[in-house]
C-alpha cells in the first residue's frame, strides 16, 4: 500500500517496519535524528509515550492525549510530533520499490 503511494506520487521511498526493543528506543530515535533519508516513522505501542521525551516538539493534540503515533523531521535534526491514527513503521527514502 505504502509503495503503491509512493510510486503515484514519484517517490523513491520504501516504507520499512522496525521492531524495536523499549530498551532501544532512545538509541533508535537518534539514529532516525540523524539520517538525512529519514522522512518519518508511525509509533505504536509500547512507545506512544516513552517517544514523547526524545523529541523537540509536540503539537496540541500530542500533548493532550500524552502519547506520539507519528514523528516527523523539521529543519536540521529537529523531530517533531503528531497525534493521529497511524499503523508502526518507519519511512525512508531509498532507491527500492515496496
Known amino acids: 500500500m505504502h509503495g503503491a ?5 514519484g517517490l523513491e521511498a520504501t516504507y520499512e517496519a522496525l521492531d524495536v526493543p523499549p530498551a532501544r528506543l532512545a538509541e533508535v530515535v537518534a539514529g532516525l535524528r540523524l539520517d538525512p533519508d529519514f ?14 521525551v526524545l523529541l523537540d516538539e509536540l503539537t496540541e493534540a500530542a500533548r493532550a492525549v500524552g502519547a506520539v503515533n507519528t514523528v516527523v523531521p523539521r529543519g536540521g535534526h529537529r523531530l517533531h510530533r503528531l497525534q493521529e491514527n497511524a499503523g508502526g513503521a518507519h519511512h525512508r527514502s531509498a532507491g527500492a520499490d515496496s
Open 5 to 9: 503511494a509512493f510510486e503515484v506520487l
Open 39 to 52: 522522512l518519518g516513522a508511525n509509533v505504536t505501542t509500547p512507545h506512544k509515550l516513552a517517544v514523547l
